[in-house]
Nanobody, 123 residues
């Protein structure tokens, strides 16, 4: 069984930065890890994903160039560095893990989820 717990959310001004962490318990080293977000009244959307070897990453167009996903397999932790934050980045950010999936951007295919952490960007 895999359990995920996010941390690092908070309130930040537009243009600022936050670093989210996702601590995983269980054997996630061979899993792809990802971040999704959901804003009030909106559907959950893909943010970023990283392969188990950390050699492959994927980003939503809306965050490309501003967000960076990384992982430390020795510590079973995944990070999301968020720079140049915008008010439209405000959402609950959730960490997810999956053994394998043909479509990393499809949240319905991910197996394990954390409870989420709130990120609020003020203008």
């Amino acid at each position: 069984q895999v359990q995920l717990v996010e941390s690092g959310g908070g309130l930040v001004q537009a243009g600022g930065s936050l670093r989210l962490s996702c601590a995983a318990s269980g054997r996630t080293r061979s899993y792809a890890m990802g971040w999704f977000r959901q804003a009030p009244g909106k559907e959950r959307e893909f943010v970023a994903a990283i392969g188990y070897r950390a050699s492959g990453t994927d980003y939503a167009d809306s965050v490309k160039g501003r967000f960076t996903i990384s992982r430390d397999n020795a510590k079973n932790t995944v990070f999301l560095q968020m720079n140049l934050l915008k008010p439209e980045d405000t959402a609950v950010y959730s960490c997810a893990a999956v053994a394998q999936t043909p479509n990393l951007r499809d949240g319905s295919r991910w197996q394990y989820w954390g409870p989420g952490t709130q990120v609020t960007v003020s203008s």
